[in-house]
């Protein structure tokens, strides 16, 4: 079973030894897994870069992409990160059930390197391939590092949540690398050796993770007390069901292939899209009717449903920026610096350097306020953030709108568009996240932390199918059409947060 109180202290001991320490006062495993998922958000965004880019260049002898439409290829990229948060619900789930995290996030990693190294071979197999494994394996490492972080800190409190906070920087750190490294090379020299710096890195950081194991303890080590035939039964039935669920869609996509069953990766995507908003609504509409819930759990649930479809808006515009705005940096942007050329893909970076800056000052600022009591409230935030993430799309649709034909527009326009989406991300993502946990009835916060993984998923799903129409729309009035969009979410979450709040109870 998982530790007890009881335990606190011997466990403690044992992460935190006083030759183990790190950043302080923190236990020593927390730099083992500071660099392991540093390294892997490395290869993550660094692949996320080039993606739409190698899709979408032209077949040229010196640096050949793709080639496909952009319909196509944002489609393509809307699937991919899509099923990157997908996955991480059977991710965690077989770290709980058959492995435990530790070797849930190094067989992770091991999928993703082979993934990035099998986008390095020039065949169109292999870059399918690769986005599959790549997408297995984000699915077991992502939910699971931050698992461990947690079991390093079995006493909860102030210090976790310090943990936490360096954690993060970790993420923006492998982030901002990333993009700048992956980036030149893929752009610069050719995709192929982009992609392959990717699988390096998360190479280094599964070398480190394995060489700092020692440094984790028991954090991460399968805790259940279920015996050894009942945790073999378990596995063959989820083995067996692995391969059914593969065979299924393997022969789906060779159906599609074949041209027996006529279906686009556009169409594929969308009625993934419907798939997960069915599943989402019968998910709820189980807990309402059949979970034993009581009318202030009931409400409680109402609120997550409600958080879930403002955060499902607000990733399906936020995640413009790795496939339109991508496209709008490389096209239609001056991105000459004293006679050098800055990759398109640099651009992204933008977003977590102000993260870093940021993020504390927005926990300052909710911290003052409340000691006046007037802070808003979440949907109030919810609601912030979405305005936050329009006024950005405003500002590209008036920068592009104004762009002279035949001249291209500053940088500038970029920089505040994502000055202003990372203010509306951190009015959002943190506070739901916190949110979720503290919402979601005795039992079902991993259920409900599940649901908000969906979201992102779900918003990732369609930010490819909206940036897919700069094929037939111009980018000022792709612009135009999502920020009034997500204004209007935006409007709608305001005059709803009032009866949202009441729902929360005592819930702040």
Partial sequence: MFRSESSNTKDSDMNMTPKGRCFGNHPAGLTTLFFTEMWERFSYYGMRALLVLFMTAAATSENPGLEFDIAKATAIYGLYTSMVYLLTLPGGWIADKLWGQKKAVFVGGCIIAAGHFSMAIPIMPTFYAGLVLISLGTGLLKPNVSTMIADLYPEGGARRDAGFSIFYMGINLGAFLGTILCGLIGEGYNFHWGFSLAGIGMVLGLIQYKTGSRRLGDAGSLKTNDDLATL?????????????????????????????????????????????????????????????????????????????????????????????????????????VAGWEMPASWLQNVNPIFIVIFAPIFGWLWTWLAQYRSDPSTPMKFALGLFGLSGGFLVLSWGAANMVEGSLVSPAWLVVTYFLHTAGELCLSPVGLSSVTKLAPAGRVGQMMGVWFIAAALGNLFAGLVAGRLETLSPDALFWNVALTIGAAGVIAIVASPMIRRWMGDVH
């Avoid at 069901?241 to 069953?261: D, E, F, K, M």
């Avoid at 958080?307 to 001056?334: C, I, K, P």
């Fill in 232 to 336: 073999k039964q378990r596995g063959r039935r989820f083995y067996s069901a692995s391969v059914t669920v593969a065979a299924v869609v393997t022969s789906l996509v060779y159906l599609a292939l074949s041209g027996v069953v006529e279906l686009s990766i556009q169409q594929a995507a969308t009625w993934l899209g419907y798939g997960i908003l069915i599943l989402s609504g019968l998910f709820f509409l189980y807990l309402f009717t059949g979970a034993q819930l009581t009318l202030v759990e009931k409400k409680r649930v109402a609120v997550i449903m409600w958080l879930y479809l403002l955060a499902a808006v607000f990733w399906s515009g936020f995640e413009q920026a790795g496939s339109s705005m991508n496209l709008f940096a490389r096209d239609l942007t001056d991105r000459n």
